[in-house]
């Protein structure tokens, strides 16, 4: 998709071009062309638009993916599965291993107990 408008976009920069150099050649109407390009009924601002839409997009995806991931340790905080404070501030700066933490409070590596009492009470 990207690659697809990144095309059209170039061949709609060289379009302008050619409007340009007709336009400065004389062999065009000047003023038409400039006014169209201005007011935006000319592609290249339009292209230029739809790019920077697609690159927001692909930020709110990332960041939704984010907070999905932060969903999850809030869960496991309240149920004393996990760091609540630590895992929270580590996720919500990408930088979380939730599984490990998991893996390790299952298996006894961890001290459970001591986490949902600071979690609960608010220390944590």
Known sequence: MIAVKQTERSVNQDHCEADREDCES????????????E????????DRKDVNQ???IVKQTSKSVNQDHCEADRQECESGQDHCEADLEECE???????ADLEECESGQDHCEADLEECVSGHD
């Open 39 to 46: 007011s935006g009924q000319d592609h290249c601002e339009a």
């Open 93 to 99: 700066s990408g930088q979380d291993h939730c599984e």
């Open 26 to 37: 004389g062999q065009a109407h000047c003023e038409a062309n400039r006014e169209e390009y």
């Open 54 to 56: 697609d690159r927001i």
